[in-house]
T-cell receptor, first 112, second 114 residues
């Protein structure tokens, strides 16, 4: 079982729609959860992080965490063509060291 | 504020050759990470430094990979000898502290082993 699993996609949504990206993780003791965006040929950039169960909103982005179900998601409202990228879910396991374990990413395509 | 710097940006070598990558973290960042990202996969942590000490190198193939961070600032990652499966992007990241801090990634070095 992979530590962090994501649907590879591609997920295609029309411009202006809500894109929903999902991630599951295996380590029940994981503490922190991150969403990174990676444009083709570029390095990952942090979109947002979440530590507590529930929703966290930042502009058009909402992260949702359900530790009981070991599930984290990212919603992108009013999707734009510029949101087309690979979205990486990363989890920080319980052990010391700030290690991030990444999923393989979901490719998002926003069609205008 | 300058970001994480890496060089070279691209490197093509033949298998069994050696190669070295350099990383300069954001000024003042105590923690430095090297990740390997194979095409179609997420980044995988190879080694993490806290100042100039190693925190985690559990996934570093130590028979061929080595890394150092002298004086707690710049870092080099070396592969010797390279294998075909080492073709990947090598990402360096840094964070202010070793826990609870955002990791900032450099542009990466694309390595192709022929």
């Amino acid at each position: 079982q992979k530590e962090v699993e994501q649907n590879s996609g591609p997920l295609s949504v029309p411009e202006g729609a809500i894109a929903s990206l999902n991630c599951t993780y295996s380590d029940r003791g994981s503490q922190s959860f991150f969403w990174y965006r990676q444009y083709s040929g570029k390095s990952p950039e942090l979109i947002m992080f979440i530590y507590s169960n529930g929703d966290k909103e930042d502009g058009r982005f909402t992260a949702q965490l359900n530790k009981a179900s070991q599930y984290v998601s990212l919603l992108i409202r009013d999707s734009q063509p510029s949101d087309s990228a690979t979205y990486l879910c990363a989890v920080r396991p319980r052990e010391y060291g700030n290690k991030l374990v990444f999923g393989a990413g979901t490719i998002l395509r926003v069609k205008s | 504020e300058a970001g994480v710097a890496q060089s070279p940006r691209y490197k093509i070598i033949e298998k069994r050759q050696s190669v070295a990558f350099w990383c300069n973290p954001i000024s003042g960042h105590a923690t430095l990470y090297w990740y390997q990202q194979i095409l179609g996969q997420g980044p995988k942590l190879l080694i993490q430094f806290q100042n100039n000490g190693v925190v985690d190198d559990s996934q570093l193939p130590k028979d061929r990979f080595s890394a150092e961070r002298l004086k707690g600032v710049d870092s080099t990652l070396k592969i010797q000898p390279a294998k075909l499966e080492d073709s990947a992007v090598y990402l360096c990241a840094s964070s202010l502290k070793d826990y609870g801090e955002t990791q900032y990634f450099g542009p990466g070095t694309r390595l192709l082993v022929l």
